[in-house]
């Protein structure tokens, strides 16, 4: 008998009905009302961060593809509406469901599809789940527009330039308060400076350059890449609120919660620019309102640096669409390898083509190796590395087999600490309630007056203070054990899944899987370093076991245009072609017709969005480069 089980919740969060919640109830369900159920038949859904909006959601696709191949004998959710808030979607799920002769079983609700009235009454429930959902959107959108006339920051992260400040105000006798922006000027210098640059350029990945070359980062330290250019780009509370920047935004479908008596040395306040995935909102979506705050940009340059990014997003589409039907995940330890100047590393293919590939430094590769000189890693080798350590696994010699038992053993220990604490702490709460038993009874003795009454008064609700926190520390250690016992098992468990079906599992799952047993991986220029993960809460140290390449790895075959200057001749490449061209005495569109190019593509070079090929270096600049402009230089 198969069983499947299908969670969702909306919000990436731990509490209340959290996904796995959701499913162990559901698991016991199905122990008690299906004990013919065979556990290796039974299957999890999860979709977390997900609307019932729509039945738009991968998990949830995934379940219907398998449902209609091999139909499941039982669908079991927690809630009707973790499947679906809208009745339209839910009544053609169930009409699926029972053509295929799949039950559907709420184990909230306790709804039985094979009766009329059972059908009925989960019609009516996914009614009321629709209008819950409906109503939700209205106090949202409601909310919104509050905020937007009283021009306040909902909270989070402030943008560059800005700091929240507290504002507090008397609401007939009670004390409120909201958040206005004000200018950090140091940050608000960096902002003026990405729009200049931008607008000077053109090109998002040419102010990034500009920014590692000066050493700016952001307020977290971390350099500057060109989708933190484009957010700042792209938000309007930087924008002056004039005529013209409210014209923008009407007729772009934007909500706009300004009046022309309201303009002044103010900038936008935007709401909903993203939805509940942070993933960006069309400008359509969005509500903007006068702010309190003061502009950095001018309307007319913040209008200009749009219309650009919108010109520069048809290019950028077009070739991203144009190869994204050839990319093929090939690269394993995508998202836990490491450069040791602390950046990421990203896989890179061979041109030559195939599956050959290198894992390369993103911060040697944005700021032209200035910034970091460890050379690439070669991916099959790394791969082919960690594969071993997994695949043997069960040789007691195995860092990770050794790793898990040492988890387990630490855990033991901390949890033999655990249960002392916890005696110690439910002995002082007994204590203390006795103790709070007997001032409670003095008070209601009624012979206490004056000082003593109050004295009296004042030990009670310390003692009742200090029982509750006790109370809240208990229930915390007890948290803290299940979530290590939890994370060790999760750990030994992708251990021995991997060790025994690593070669059938898709790459991408693979990849997952190994996020949880490795922290991550370190590349030094000569040898990988292997951080094991560790349980959440026990505070073990990760391994210190190292992997060693026997012979340094190089990133691919020499390659010819290495001796010839042009990698280098890249570097600096803008500059060498006004210098070029200035030597020859000739201009920009000469120069483009000397190479057989456009003007446009001369512009490109010299704003250092394009170089020229090594066919052109060859015929037009090499010898300018290598006998003048490098001697120049130096």
Request: proline content about 3%; overall charge neutral; hydrophobic content about 35%.
């Amino acid at each position: 008998m198969s069983i499947a089980i299908y969670s969702r919740k909306s919000k990436f969060t731990g509490k209340g009905d959290s996904i796995d919640n959701q499913i162990e109830l559901c698991r016991e369900y199905v122990r008690f009302h299906f004990p013919k159920a065979d556990p290796s038949e039974i299957m999890t859904f999860e979709d977390e961060g997900f609307s019932g909006k729509t039945l738009d959601r991968p998990q949830f696709q995934k379940l219907m593809q398998m449902q209609e191949s091999k139909p499941f004998d039982a669908l079991v959710v927690y809630r009707l509406d973790r499947v679906s808030r809208n009745v339209g979607d839910f009544a053609k799920l169930i009409e699926k469901l029972n053509r295929s002769g799949t039950a559907f079983v709420s184990i909230k609700e306790q709804f039985d599809t094979t009766t009329s009235m059972g059908r009925a009454m989960m019609n009516v429930s996914a009614v009321f789940a629709q209008l819950e959902r409906e109503t939700i959107a209205e106090r949202v959108r409601d909310n919104m527009y509050l905020m937007a006339k009283d021009s306040c920051w909902t909270g989070g992260t402030t943008p560059l330039g800005y700091v929240s400040e507290k504002v507090e105000y008397n609401d007939g006798g009670k004390i409120r308060s909201y958040f206005r922006l004000s200018v950090q000027e140091s940050e608000a210098a960096i902002v003026q400076l990405i729009f200049s640059e931008y607008l000077r350029t053109h090109s998002c990945r040419a102010v990034e350059y500009y920014l590692l070359e000066q050493g700016f980062r952001t307020r977290r330290g971390v350099l500057f890449d060109d989708v933190a250019v484009r957010r700042i780009l792209t938000n309007p509370v930087y924008c002056a609120v004039d005529d013209v920047s409210i014209d923008f935004f009407q007729k772009r479908k934007c909500e706009v919660v300004a009046t022309k008596e309201e303009i002044g040395d103010v900038g936008f306040m935007p709401y909903n620019r993203t939805n509940q995935l942070r993933a960006p909102q069309p400008m359509d979506k969005w509500l903007v309102s006068a702010g309190a705050h003061k502009p950095l940009i001018s309307s007319s340059d913040w209008i200009r640096a749009q219309k650009i990014l919108e010109g520069n997003s048809g290019e950028y589409f077009r070739y991203a669409n144009r190869n994204k039907t050839k990319y093929k995940p090939i690269s394993l330890l995508t998202g836990v390898i490491f450069c040791s100047c602390g950046a990421p590393m990203r896989p890179k293919r061979y041109t030559t083509g195939g599956d050959s590939f290198s894992y390369i430094c993103t911060q040697r590769e944005r700021s032209r190796n200035k910034l970091c000189s460890i050379h690439n890693c070669i991916g099959k080798e790394a791969d082919a590395a960690i594969r071993e350590l997994i695949l043997t696994a069960d040789a007691d010699e195995n860092i990770i087999s050794r790793h898990i038992k040492k988890l387990r053993k630490s855990e033991g220990q901390v949890q033999s600490y655990r249960e002392d604490l916890s005696r110690n702490i439910s002995k002082t709460i007994s204590d203390k309630q006795k103790q709070a038993n007997n001032l409670t009874l003095s008070l209601a003795s009624g012979n206490l007056d004056g000082a003593a009454l109050e004295y009296v008064n004042k030990s009670l609700n310390a003692l009742l203070e200090e029982i509750e926190a006790l109370k809240h520390k208990l229930m915390k250690s007890a948290e803290l054990a299940a979530a290590d016992n939890s994370s060790i098992n999760e750990i030994s468990s992708a251990m021995e899944y991997l060790s025994t079906h690593f070669e059938s599992i898709p790459l991408l799952d693979r990849r997952e899987l190994i996020k949880r047993i490795i922290d991550k991986v370190v590349w030094d220029g000569e040898r990988l370093e292997v951080f094991l993960a560790t349980s959440t809460n026990s505070g073990t140290e990760t391994t210190d076991e190292v992997i060693t390449f026997t012979d340094k790895p190089v990133d691919k075959p020499p390659n010819p245009k290495e001796t010839d200057g042009y990698y280098e001749f890249r570097k600096c490449s803008d500059l060498v072609v006004r210098a070029f061209a200035d030597s020859q005495g000739i201009g920009l569109r000469q120069l483009a017709k000397m190479c057989g190019v456009s003007y446009t593509t001369i512009k490109y070079w010299t704003s250092k969005r394009n170089s020229p090929s090594h066919a052109q270096y060859e015929s037009v600049f090499m010898d300018y480069y290598l006998n003048t402009y490098r001697n120049d230089s130096e």
